[in-house]
């Protein structure tokens, strides 16, 4: 903002000069005119085109050359020719400049080149000088070839050092997860809901590449749900909790990702539902489910037989009425034929009304 002040004085101050010398030269121009002399016209036309473009020359100059002279003064020297090939290829020079003082200054030597080429290639070129001015603070190692790489990788640098300084912490399963607690049963079937805090500091050699925090809360959930999964009875695991915190850190869960696990604290551990239980009495609802199905599936059977017993009762009635049917035409035929006498027929009908009224005194009906 003083920069821009210190340029838009300089520039009133030189138009009011342009103009003081122009209002001087009016007369000279109307005497002139009037005696009719056209070289001292041509003279003052060319004069003034000189002016401008003395002017124009004068406010781009002052445009570098107050960088150059900021520069120059904190011992992180910028050319001018450098300063003007910036702004022919639309860079921020005022960026450029400025985070080149902040690293000299920081006792760092980084050419105007390498700033220019990262804020050309889309990085944050504050951010990466800040990032490398806490790193040598705190007494980390981070050259500047890395420190472009892991923000051109889309990475927060200046975060990654402060991690890295000053550890934080993960809650795991995250807030903002499906879950808010992580659930595993023991051998003895009770269910344990159990929340960590993962304390954990930034591994810049393992930035680029590495893996986020997503997979440092997935394989401490895991190793939570193993440990507790492998006890013998929840209540160990309650009176223990911190058995859980060594039992996961011996894994090694931080191997591939862009963090180093510091501790694993058990914040909360609470009992459940009594998992075991629950999936034997549905084991039991299932298996008595299983023998009505097939107790109805057996008087389904029976059912089924009866009535084919039934059939076939019918059916052979059926047959005992036909061969009843040929009774009399057998009869017939044997009158017909005279192997049977009109007397002999008249006995056999007396035997028969006489069987049929012994039946009903003795109250039986024959069975049709």
């Known amino acids: 903002m003083h920069h821009n002040v210190n340029v838009l004085n300089a520039r009133q101050t030189t138009l009011a000069g342009l103009l003081a010398v122009a209002a001087a030269a009016s007369p000279a121009l109307a005497q002139g005119g009037a005696g009719g002399g056209t070289g001292n016209t041509v003279l003052y036309i060319v004069g003034g085109v000189v002016a401008l473009i003395v002017f124009f020359l004068f406010i781009v100059a002052f445009q570098f050359l107050g960088l150059w002279v900021q520069a120059w003064t904190s011992n992180a020297k910028v050319s001018i020719p450098d300063l003007i090939g910036m702004k022919l290829r639309k860079v921020d020079m005022r960026t450029v400049v400025i985070n080149r003082i902040r690293a000299v200054k920081s006792g760092m030597e980084i050419p105007t080149n390498k700033i220019e080429t990262h804020y050309l290639a889309g990085g944050r070129v504050s951010n990466v000088i800040s990032a490398m001015i806490a790193a040598r603070g705190a007494k980390i190692d981070l050259p500047w070839d890395i420190a472009t790489a892991i923000d051109l990788a889309g990475r927060d640098i200046l975060e990654a050092v402060h991690t890295s300084v000053n550890p934080k912490v993960i809650d795991c399963p995250a807030p903002n997860g499906p879950r808010a607690t992580i659930d595993a049963v023991a051998k003895n079937g009770i269910q344990l809901k159990a929340k960590a805090r993962v304390t954990v500091r930034t591994n810049i050699a393992r930035l680029v590449g590495g893996a986020t925090e997503e997979t440092i809360i997935a394989r401490v959930g895991q190793g939570i749900v193993s440990t507790i999964g492998s006890a013998e009875d929840h209540k160990h695991v309650l009176e223990n909790p911190d058995e859980i915190s060594r039992t996961v850190m011996r894994s090694g869960l931080d191997a591939g990702t862009a ?110």
């Open 259 to 368: 963090y180093e696990i510091l501790s694993i604290d058990i914040a909360d551990i609470d009992v459940g539902d009594n998992v075991g239980a629950k999936l034997r009495e549905d084991q039991a609802n299932a298996d008595k489910q299983m023998a009505q199905a097939e107790a109805e599936k057996r008087r389904a059977l029976a059912v089924a037989t009866e009535q084919e017993f039934k059939a076939t009762e019918q059916q052979n009635r059926a047959h005992v009425v036909l061969a009843e049917a040929e009774i009399p035409k057998a009869i017939a035929e044997a009158l017909r034929t005279g192997k049977m006498g009109f007397m002999d027929y008249y006995r056999m009908k007396n035997v028969q009304a006489d069987t049929s009224m012994r039946e009903s005194i003795a109250g039986e009906s024959p069975q049709r």
